[in-house]
Structure formats: C-alpha cells, structure tokens
C-alpha cells in the first residue's frame, strides 16, 4: 500500500530570525524539494512561502512560522511532500516503496525483504535479509525486475553479496 505522504528530508537548524528552516532533503538533489508547495510536518500542511537551495540543503519559508522561536519548535521534524504531487522518470521508484518488498533470485527462490537502501555516492545499494543478508547494488546488472504494485524485485546474485560470504 503507498504511503499518501513520503518523507523527503529533516529540519535540522533555523535560518535567520524570521523563521525560516533548514531542511536537510534525503532526495537526489536539494532542488527537488523546490517543487512543492506544501510540505507536511507531524501530518500538518505547511504552505512554502519561500524556498532556496543552500549549499546541500533548502532553507524554507512557511506559512504561520514568522519567527526563529517558531522555527525551534519545528528543528529535528520529519518534513514530508505529497505523493500525488510528484512523477518520477520511467524506472525510478521512492526507496518507501522498495522498503518490505519480496526478493527472489533467478531460480525464483525468495532470498528475503528489502530492509534499507543505502544511499552512496556510487550508487544506491539494496539490504535485503533472509536467512542470509545481502548487499544488492541497484543497478541493472544485478536488478532485473522491480514491481512495485507486486511489491516484489527479481535479482541476479553473485559471489559476495551475501554478508557471511568472502
């Protein structure tokens, strides 16, 4: 089942003294969150009056938070976007959706449920446990086949991907 509002990033600090926030994005890009013009914290919508990228991060304006002991009390909150309001590029997938998903190999035979992804700079890395762990680069060499809908991801696996493996 998708998740009507997905997390897109942490306010980890005030900016200023008419309070505005900064947002540390967990997407791509600091710019995707500039698309949006309503940000959900704590399940309550927030209109964005204002927003800019700042180094990796956005520092955001909103609606009713007009001053830095406004701005506090929202530091270390989850900030959430609508999923309605995005469309990703063909084949690409919100790790939301990817976490839980059925993993089977090319026998078919199930290895066991994405827990994480990892986020690196080479590239992101699927965590799936079974009665083994496994560390699943998420590229097309070694995923094959993700369907969200089925909540299931086919793989290739090769030697060394399993954690007790050398």
């Keep these: 089942m998708n998740q009507e509002h997905l997390e897109a990033g942490k306010i ?3 900016h200023g003294v008419r309070g505005e926030l900064k947002i540390l994005p967990w997407a791509d890009s600091a710019e995707f969150l500039l698309r949006f013009s309503t940000y959900y914290i704590g399940g309550e919508p927030y209109a964005v ?7 990796t991060c956005v520092l955001a304006k909103l609606a009713g938070v007009d001053s830095v002991e406004a701005a506090v009390l929202l530091r270390e909150k989850t ?3 609508d999923r309605s309001n995005v ?10 959706d990817l976490i839980g998903c059925r993993v ?6 199930e290895i066991g449920t ?3 992804v990892l986020t690196l700079p080479a590239g992101d890395v699927y965590i799936v446990k ?7 680069p998420a590229v097309k060499e070694f995923v094959r086949e993700i369907d969200t809908a089925q909540r299931t991801v086919r793989v290739h696996l ?4 399993a954690s007790d493996e050398n």
């Design 87 to 96: 469309r990703l590029p063909d084949g690409r997938v919100f790790i939301a």
């Design 130 to 136: 079974g009665q083994r762990e496994y560390m699943i």
């Design 12 to 14: 980890v600090s005030t």
């Design 49 to 55: 009056e204002s927003s800019r990228v700042h180094k």
């Design 104 to 109: 089977f190999d090319e026998t078919n035979a």
């Design 158 to 161: 090769i030697e060394g991907m």
């Design 114 to 116: 994405i827990q994480d």
């Design 79 to 81: 900030v959430c976007i």
